[in-house]
């Protein structure tokens, strides 16, 4: 069984940075190509970046291209999204995901393993 958890998340002001995690136990994390998703209230999950499984190839929302930095160390099993310059669109409940394929995509009901989500909340 694969577990993903999420960290990072808080409460910031508009221009700030925050630093996501996602520690993937139970099952070699190299196996995996990761993504990051997020979600509001009443809106549909949303794609905010991934990550191929050798860490070769990313892929961004267009919106995030500038601001945020999907990264994951495949020694510390650990995904990250560096997120600068934050705005209060960005709020939401963020989650990663694990798919069982060499490459990424945007497509969430192609991610086989999801964490519980970490929330971020930006304030204008």
């Known amino acids: 069984q694969v577990q993903l958890v999420e960290s990072g998340g808080g409460l910031v002001q508009t221009g700030d940075s925050l630093r996501l995690s996602c520690v993937v136990s139970?099952?070699?994390?190299?196996?995996?190509?990761m993504g990051w998703f997020r979600q509001t209230p009443g809106k549909e999950r949303e794609f905010v970046a991934a990550?191929?499984?050798?860490?070769?190839?990313?892929y961004k929302l267009y919106s995030v291209k500038d601001r945020f930095t999907i990264s994951r160390d495949n020694v510390a099993n650990t995904l990250f999204l560096q997120m600068n310059d934050l705005k209060p669109e960005d709020t939401a409940v963020y989650y990663c995901?694990?798919?069982?394929?060499?490459?990424?995509?945007?497509?969430?009901?192609?991610?086989?393993?999801w964490g519980q989500g970490t929330q971020v909340s930006v304030s204008s």
């Open positions: 139970g099952r070699p994390f190299s196996n995996y190509a």
């Open positions: 995901a694990a798919r069982t394929y060499y490459k990424a995509n945007d497509i969430g009901d192609e991610y086989d393993y």
């Open positions: 990550i191929n499984k050798n860490g070769h190839g990313s």
